[in-house]
């Protein structure tokens, strides 16, 4: 049997560049100039098309962020047009997630499941997935079960290929010291398999993370959609309030960025260093 | 008592085993020593049973080896991926006890009872990675020790180690091998610490095909020290007429 290397790096080994390494305050700084261009840009415009960002602010704000802070500053239109949205997203994802997960170690465990899935599944994750919004409106009409439905078959497939590939990636060696260690097999789940696929797992979910999003707008711009931002979107655009569907646009954009922020954070602490995690994440 | 019965195995047309019998008696530390690419590391696992026996038997105690046999341990060479880098030292070595049903608090005891035994009682809660290569493969033994099983197999365990670090761990397993009388089949390539460690050492031809070409009895005395017993004229002989065997040389002549 050849010999191969320690795989465990030693622990003085320089890690990837951290965020750190960029100071806060520049990396803020380039935003600011950033809105800065737009806002002196759209101020000697003077479009009505493109208002200035300030103004857009001040209009998300009083829309939605000026509600009593016994409601966490939310107004009634906050509640009504974020939280369904949001919640569908969730729903989405979840299931999604557990779904992609469950469905991914078990086909990436299993060298035959793998073989005979693994162009299927690249197929299903080939087809863009807004593309595949006409059909759920088919078969489960206009409402949230075709939101959510849309959200998670789109959103399942990266989290389901990468679980599978991770698990399938488990050591060999580790494998058979679960052997010699007679684990059981939900032990051998727990204690190697999944640890094993993380970095994976969470790759996947950082992408359906941002499938979700996009899916929730999209299948909220459709016609029978009543509540949410996608909905807010096309309704102002009706009505050509452009304010409105530049907060909107805001809005999702901060929101995209908290629910990153919110992932990379579970992943942190999930993968934390002392796992092989590093050098996939 | 281990027994094999020409063992024999082949990876599709290359032969790697060819007729390998052996009896190990209870309690004998039992070095196999060979070139490298000569088979031993198949020889363990086909003992462990990771691989299916292809001719001959494999007996632990009268019963046939068919899957993981009971009260078995294997230290491996790569001790960085044999441990799970994502539970601390203590959970490490306190895995195989969950299926002895005992309560959490009971299998960290036990296990911080094992890893004072190997001298890493400070590092129970660190990861293995924050620890060297040497503790690294102390706490492997630990692992395999915590079941205290009756047949412990080690696959060139200190292949990767440097030297100062491999006799210390030499000396750690005669001490455990004193105290526990537990049957051990110790792998390695290295001839010197073949005959420093065994209680008898097994020589294999190269492969492919590979053998038992020698079989000699290491009749020195059970307490052994890195500088004196390495300077005893019976541990010179021995250690040349192993290299002999290794190299493939005629065993008579003049050393």
Redesign the interface.
């Known amino acids: 049997m050849t010999r191969t290397q320690d795989s465990a790096p030693p622990a003085s080994a320089p890690g990837p560049p951290r965020a750190g390494a960029v100071p806060f305050l520049l990396r803020w700084s380039v935003l600011l100039v950033a809105v800065a261009c737009w806002e002196l840009a759209a101020r000697a415009q003077g479009s009505v098309y493109f208002p200035p960002p300030l103004r857009i602010a001040r209009h998300a704000r009083d829309l939605w962020f000026s509600g009593p802070p016994g409601r966490l500053f939310l107004t009634p239109a906050a509640v009504g047009t974020i939280l369904p949205s949001l919640g569908r997203m969730a729903a989405g994802f979840a299931l999604a997630a557990v779904t992609g997960i469950t469905l991914g170690i078990a086909v990436g465990r299993s060298r035959r499941a793998y073989a005979l899935c693994n162009p299927v599944l690249q197929f299903a994750r080939a087809v863009p997935p807004p593309a595949l919004v006409p059909v759920f409106v088919v078969v489960f009409d206009f409402g949230t079960p075709m939101q959510v439905a849309s959200i998670v078959f789109s959103a399942v497939w990266p989290v389901l290929i990468n679980s599978a590939e991770g698990a399938r990636a488990t050591d060999p060696l580790r494998l058979q010291v679960a052997a010699v260690l007679r684990l059981t097999a939900p032990e051998r789940l727990w204690f190697l398999i999944l640890p094993s696929a993380l970095p994976r797992i969470f790759a996947g979910l950082r992408l359906s993370l941002s499938l979700c999003l996009i899916l929730m707008v999209f299948s909220e711009l459709l016609p029978g959609s009543d509540n949410g931002i996608g909905f807010t979107l096309t309704d102002a655009q009706t009505r050509s309030d452009l304010l409105t569907v530049w907060s909107a646009l805001l809005l999702l954009g901060a929101l995209g960025y908290l629910l990153n922020t919110g992932l990379l954070a579970v992943e942190k602490r999930l993968v934390g260093p002392g796992s092989s995690a590093r050098r996939t994440a | 008592m281990l027994r094999l019965d020409s063992v024999g195995r082949h990876f599709g047309d290359t032969r790697v085993l060819d007729g390998i019998s052996l009896t190990v008696p209870d309690g004998q530390l039992l070095s196999v020593v060979g070139p ?2 000569c088979g ?3 020889l363990l ?1 086909t003992i ?3 691989l299916p026996v292809q001719e001959g038997t494999v007996t632990i105690d009268g019963t046939a080896v068919n899957g ?1 046999p009971e009260q ?3 230290v ?7 441990l ?4 601390t030292v203590r959970d490490n070595v306190a ?2 006890l ?2 002895r049903g005992l309560t959490r608090a009971a299998r960290r005891a036990e296990a911080e009872a094992i890893l004072e035994r190997v001298g890493l009682h400070g590092a129970a809660r660190r ?4 620890l060297s ?1 040497g503790m ?1 493969q102390r706490v492997a033994i630990a ?1 395999a020790l915590v079941c205290r099983p009756a047949l412990l197999l080690m ?2 365990p200190f ?2 180690l440097d030297a100062g670090t491999r006799e210390d761990l030499e000396d750690l397993l005669l001490e455990v091998h004193r105290t526990n009388d537990t049957t051990i089949v110790f792998v390695t390539h290295d001839i010197d610490e073949s005959v420093y460690v065994g209680d008898r050492v097994v020589v294999l031809s190269p492969g492919p095909g590979s053998r038992v070409v020698h079989d000699l009895p290491v009749d020195l005395p059970r307490e052994r020290d890195q500088l004196s017993t390495r300077s005893l004229p019976e541990f010179v002989k021995l250690r040349t007429e192993v290299g002999r065997a290794v190299r493939g040389a005629p065993l008579e002549g003049p050393v």
Do not use: I
């Open positions: 490298s690419g031993k590391s198949t696992r462990a049973g990771l993981v078995l341990a294997v491996f060479q790569e001790y960085g991926r044999s799970l880098p994502w539970l895995l195989p969950r299926r990861r293995p990675r924050e290569g690294q692992r696959d060139e292949g990767s």
